[in-house]
């Protein structure tokens, strides 16, 4: 009988700040490797300095999928994003080459790893409604409540004062199915983590965001605003939903960056809570970036039996 080797897939996550990006280039100069990006903003264009895509510089020639997919008045449906993805790491792999899946958005990661079922259709409208009806009566934390309930580890991988992510995890919960076991996934995975200290982590964070105010995150969410109104998909991303209440002058700019760096910090909490709930996990901690990449180099060439 004949064994076929499954396709490799490198995962590099990591909380938002912990230089994964940084790493996942060098590793794919080291190892053929293009990147695919698993971030819920980035997939969208115009949406750049508030979502930190990486630059044309930065990429070092590496070339680099799900960025800037669509515009940012379409919407991009998790089961969008697996099917785009498994198309992706079937050309690459075809071409001899690594693919390497960088970010952090939670249910992205998990509907890859988990190999979730959507099942013939992927959004149901009926029940979206009854959920943006319970959003309007109880509030979301009561719907986001209910979701952990049903199914924690999907809850803790999404932002929760997203109301656009409650729903849609909250309809995978309830009409997908995680199908994919160890034995019959039809990749194989190496996940490694990209980890900080938590108050080097939370300090870079800060200085990012003040970086990002400096690039024009201001500017940048302001053209935005005007160009298509506040209620699109990744108007309610972390970076983008604090800038519109400064905007249209209710609050202070100095509130306005203190809400970007504290629920841009919340959400690094998440993300590390979520990879805590992953199987398998290599975690590398990046306070000495040589260090790291080395550490990261040695577990990969383990993975892919590579001799000295």
Same mark, same amino acid.
């Given at each position: 009988?004949?064994?076929?080797?499954?396709?490799?897939?490198?995962?590099?996550?990591?909380?938002?700040?912990?230089?994964?990006?940084?790493?996942?280039?060098?590793?794919?100069?080291?190892?053929?490797? $293009?990147?695919?990006?698993?971030?819920?903003?980035?997939?969208?264009?115009?949406?750049?300095?508030?979502?930190?895509?990486?630059?044309?510089?930065?990429?070092?020639?590496?070339?680099?999928?799900?960025?800037?997919?669509?515009?940012?008045? $379409?919407?991009?449906?998790?089961?969008?994003?697996?099917?785009?993805?498994?198309?992706?790491?079937?050309?690459?792999?075809?071409?001899?080459?690594?693919?390497?899946?960088?970010?952090?958005?939670?249910?992205?990661?998990?509907?890859?790893?988990?190999?979730?079922?959507?099942?013939?259709?992927?959004?149901?409208?009926?029940?979206?409604?009854?959920?943006?009806?319970?959003?309007? $009566?109880?509030?979301?934390?009561?719907?986001?409540?209910?979701?952990?309930?049903?199914?924690?580890?999907?809850?803790?991988?999404?932002?929760?004062?997203?109301?656009?992510?409650?729903?849609?995890?909250? $309809?995978?919960?309830?009409?997908?199915?995680?199908?994919?076991?160890?034995?019959?996934?039809?990749?194989?995975?190496?996940?490694?983590?990209?980890?900080?200290?938590?108050?080097?982590?939370?300090?870079?964070?800060?200085?990012?965001?003040?970086?990002?105010?400096?690039?024009?995150?201001?500017?940048?969410?302001?053209?935005?605003?005007?160009?298509?109104?506040?209620?699109?998909?990744?108007?309610?991303?972390?970076?983008?939903?604090?800038?519109?209440?400064?905007?249209?002058?209710?609050?202070?700019?100095?509130?306005?960056?203190?809400?970007?760096?504290?629920?841009?910090?919340?959400?690094?909490?998440?993300?590390?809570?979520?990879?805590?709930?992953?199987?398998?996990?290599?975690?590398?901690?990046?306070?000495?970036?040589?260090?790291?990449?080395?550490?990261?180099?040695?577990?990969?060439?383990?993975?892919?039996?590579?001799?000295?």
């Amino acid at each position: 009988m004949e064994i076929i080797n499954k396709p490799k897939v490198l995962f590099i996550l990591g909380p938002t700040g912990s230089g994964k990006s940084e790493i996942a280039i060098k590793l794919a100069l080291k190892y053929n490797g $293009e990147i695919i990006s698993a971030d819920s903003v980035q997939i969208y264009k115009e949406f750049d300095i508030g979502s930190a895509k990486v630059t044309k510089s930065e990429m070092q020639g590496i070339t680099h999928y799900g960025i800037s997919l669509k515009p940012p008045t $379409e919407e991009f449906s998790v089961y969008d994003y697996v099917q785009y993805t498994i198309e992706k790491i079937e050309d690459i792999t075809k071409r001899k080459k690594l693919p390497i899946i960088v970010g952090g958005t939670g249910l992205y990661v998990k509907a890859l790893i988990e190999g979730y079922n959507f099942g013939n259709t992927e959004k149901h409208h009926d029940f979206r409604i009854e959920l943006e009806e319970e959003i309007k $009566e109880h509030g979301l934390d009561y719907v986001y409540q209910k979701l952990y309930i049903k199914d924690s580890k999907l809850a803790e991988s999404i932002d929760r004062n997203n109301p656009v992510r409650v729903i849609r995890a909250f $309809e995978i919960a309830n009409f997908g199915s995680s199908k994919a076991k160890t034995n019959n996934c039809q990749y194989d995975f190496k996940l490694i983590a990209i980890t900080l200290d938590r108050e080097i982590l939370y300090n870079k964070i800060n200085l990012r965001v003040d970086k990002m105010l400096e690039n024009g995150l201001i500017e940048e969410v302001s053209s935005l605003y005007k160009k298509y109104g506040g209620n699109i998909q990744p108007m309610k991303a972390i970076g983008y939903k604090e800038v519109l209440p400064y905007l249209n002058g209710e609050v202070e700019k100095s509130s306005m960056i203190e809400l970007i760096k504290q629920h841009t910090r919340n959400y690094a909490k998440r993300q590390l809570t979520f990879l805590h709930g992953i199987n398998n996990v290599i975690y590398i901690d990046n306070k000495n970036k040589d260090k790291a990449f080395k550490d990261a180099c040695k577990e990969i060439e383990k993975w892919l039996k590579i001799q000295k």
